[in-house]
């Protein structure tokens, strides 16, 4: 049987979307299958933010941040639309790795300050440990516009993108592959599972595989708080939502002085959502559930902590004007992405809650594994992602 398309996308978030703009770019024609309306929260790629950042020890990752930096520049230039805000991120604490080094060696330029030089530069924060200040490299990305313009963008190219269109079942066969939607059967050279936190509903029995692939759907509770009017000194505060940088903090494990175990669970992250506030969240921290069964709640106690986290480590924000949001992370255990190929299905899930700011990158190499001889050895990805390194 003849294809109907090169590439048939299930999933239409970042990463489906940016496998559409770069496989519709070199010429295949390619339709994207997404389950939901234009604009829906139910996977994870919503919202108006997304922290942007090069702060990584391991080659692989540091190798595609200085790869997605050109690429953000490559799909501005081509829709005219600005994603990628470098108001700079401040990364303090103490983190398990020092990472100035690696920085320094990719050629990422990078300030480092003490606590109390970071606070003389950003009144509104405060900083503990080692600052590191990526000035022009990092910053946020709008989430929202982004899926929207990488639709847009892999449109224009030629591709297809078909909302309110479940997939039920793909089915490889010798020379093409079935993908089984509610309403009919599409055909295709190559499919490619970006499912997100729905990829074990697909992804077992369309590879071959015959397990689980070891994702756990974990759904967490950032909030976004208000800029407070005045620092505790009474001080008018001078930052502002829109140049406020990113940042995250490794914090102590134990109080420097009493020697208590800290109450912050993982890494706190925050950025600006520009209209909303600043995001404040933790890393990882929320609740196992499965993609269907998220409450689009907070859990009881989140908000004292949100809350108690801006009080003592951000003045310039307001402990008590919050609102919170729901988002998930679709994990690994070990935090690594998971992209390889088995025959004529390409799995992508790069997540673990730091998938996004490599969006254009990834899709490049998404597409790169959906172009590959379907006989060859996968060869587009490091052995990092692959699916013999999850599944050992």
């Keep these: ?23 519709a770019r070199r010429g295949r024609s390619v339709v994207v299958c997404e389950q939901f309306s234009v604009g829906h929260t139910r996977g994870s790629s919503h919202g108006g933010s997304r922290i942007y950042r090069t702060t990584y020890a391991q080659p692989e990752y ?14 501005e230039a081509e829709s005219g639309v600005n994603l990628l805000s470098r108001v700079g991120l401040v990364s303090h604490g103490f983190p398990p790795v020092d990472f100035e080094q690696p920085m320094r060696d990719a050629g990422i ?91 074990n509903a697909l992804a077992p029995r369309a590879t071959g595989v015959d397990q689980a692939l070891p994702l756990d759907v974990i759904e967490v509770a950032p909030a976004h708080f208000a800029l407070a009017e005045s620092l505790p000194s009474g001080d008018p505060n001078p930052m502002a939502e829109d140049t406020w940088p990113s940042f995250t903090h490794d914090h102590a494990p134990t109080h420097p002085v009493t020697g208590e175990p800290t109450r912050w669970p993982g890494i706190v992250y925050g950025l600006a959502t520009p209209g909303e506030g600043i995001k404040v969240g933790f890393n990882a921290y929320g609740r196992t559930v499965t993609a ?27 402990p008590d004007a919050s609102e919170f949001l729901s988002c998930t992370y679709t994990k690994t255990p070990s935090n690594d992405f998971v992209l390889d190929r088995c025959g004529r299905v390409v799995v992508a899930s790069p997540c673990s809650g730091h998938g996004f700011k490599f969006t254009p990158t990834l899709g490049g190499l998404i597409a790169d594994l959906a172009t590959e001889p379907d006989d060859a050895p996968t060869s587009s990805v490091p052995e990092l992602f692959r699916l013999a390194h999850h599944l050992r």
């Excluded at 093409?176 to 509610?182: A, G, K, L, P």
């Design 62 to 75: 540091v190798g595609l941040m200085r790869q997605a930096l050109g690429e953000w520049d490559l799909l």
């Design 109 to 199: 330029p990078v300030e480092v300050l003490s606590a109390v030089e970071a606070r003389e530069r950003w009144p509104g924060m405060r900083c503990e440990g080692k600052v590191l200040f990526e000035h022009s490299t990092a910053g946020r990305v709008n989430a929202d516009l982004a899926v929207a313009v990488l639709q847009q963008e892999a449109v224009r190219h030629g591709a297809q993108v078909r909302h309110n269109t479940r997939v039920i079942d793909v089915r490889q066969h010798p020379g093409f592959v079935e993908v089984v939607t509610e309403g009919e059967t599409l055909t295709a050279s190559r499919v490619v599972l970006a499912t997100g936190g729905w990829m």
């Design 292 to 318: 269907d069964t998220r409450t689009f709640t907070y859990a009881a106690g989140d908000d004292a902590l949100h809350r108690d986290y801006v009080r003592q480590w951000l003045p310039g924000l307001n």
């Design 1 to 23: 049987m003849s294809a109907q398309w090169d590439v048939v996308i299930v999933g239409g978030g970042a990463m489906g979307s940016a496998a559409a703009w770069q496989l």
